[in-house]
T-cell receptor, first 109, second 116 residues
Framework: GQNIDQPTEMTATEGAIVQINCTYQTSGFNGLFWYQQHAGEAPTFLSY????GLEEKGRFSSFLSRSKGYSYLLLKELQMKDSASYLCAVRDGDYKLSFGAGTTVTVRA | ETGVTQTPRHLVMGMTNKKSLKCEQHLGHNAMYWYKQSAKKPLELMFVYSLEERVENNSVPSRFSPECPNSSHLFLHLHTLQPEDSALYLC???????????????FGAGSRLTVL
């Protein structure tokens, strides 16, 4: 079966940095994804890692270590609009994307 | 607007009703998905269609019946549901195949279902 763990909630101050960790144990691995979901809205794609290392995209970066079954999403220069749920997902095979329960990030002024 | 449209956005139904959820994508994708999202739980994959053929059926009860008439449309027919089926049902689409890279899923905003 698939096991994807991430913290339930995190709180940070506007302008700060927050790191959301994700550990996974899956039967296969064909890429790790991070999605952002605001309340009442569709999850939207943030990042994709398939090789070890850091992928940077503006204020957001994602890191992967396949040997450790570990990823993190780094959010820099936090803004109020970054308050959302962040979903870690692992793909095994061609289609199946398995998700963690999501981390709710609250940004305070 | 993500390019994946779901209707209705909200649905309340009794346990004996029959209703359908609709999903339409305008992205030229060739695979479509149904996920169930319950509070504080991971998204659960229900069904996957690739090129209009069902390729994944994740042990979903038969009271949920998917239909994919073409690569742009996906339905979820609901019949004799239980209160525990109340959840947000998310549709997604993607472009699969060797040239499609990450095969990123694009989600719709979901249909919030309440079963009384």
């Amino acid at each position: 079966g698939q096991n994807i763990d991430q913290p339930t909630e995190m709180t940070a101050t506007e302008g700060a940095i927050v790191q959301i960790n994700c550990t996974y144990q899956t039967s296969g691995f064909n890429g790790l994804f991070w999605y952002q979901q605001h309340a009442g809205e569709a999850p939207t794609f943030l990042s994709y890692n398939v090789l070890d290392g850091l992928e940077e995209k503006g204020r957001f970066s994602s890191f992967l270590s396949r040997s450790k079954g570990y990823s993190y999403l780094l959010l820099k220069e936090l803004q109020m609009k970054d308050s959302a749920s962040y979903l870690c997902a692992v793909r095994d095979g061609d289609y199946k994307l398995s998700f963690g329960a999501g981390t709710t990030v609250t940004v305070r002024a | 607007e993500t390019g994946v449209t779901q209707t209705p956005r909200h649905l309340v139904m009794g346990m004996t009703n029959k209703k359908s959820l609709k999903c339409e994508q305008h992205l030229g994708h060739n695979a479509m998905y149904w996920y169930k999202q319950s509070a504080k739980k991971p998204l659960e994959l229900m069904f996957v269609y690739s090129l209009e053929e069902r390729v994944e059926n994740n042990s979903v009860p038969s009271r949920f019946s998917p239909e994919c008439p073409n690569s742009s449309h996906l339905f979820l027919h609901l019949h004799t549901l239980q209160p525990e089926d109340s959840a947000l049902y998310l549709c997604a689409s993607s472009l699969t195949g060797t040239s499609s890279g990450a095969n990123v899923l694009t989600f719709g905003a979901g249909s919030r279902l309440t079963v009384l």
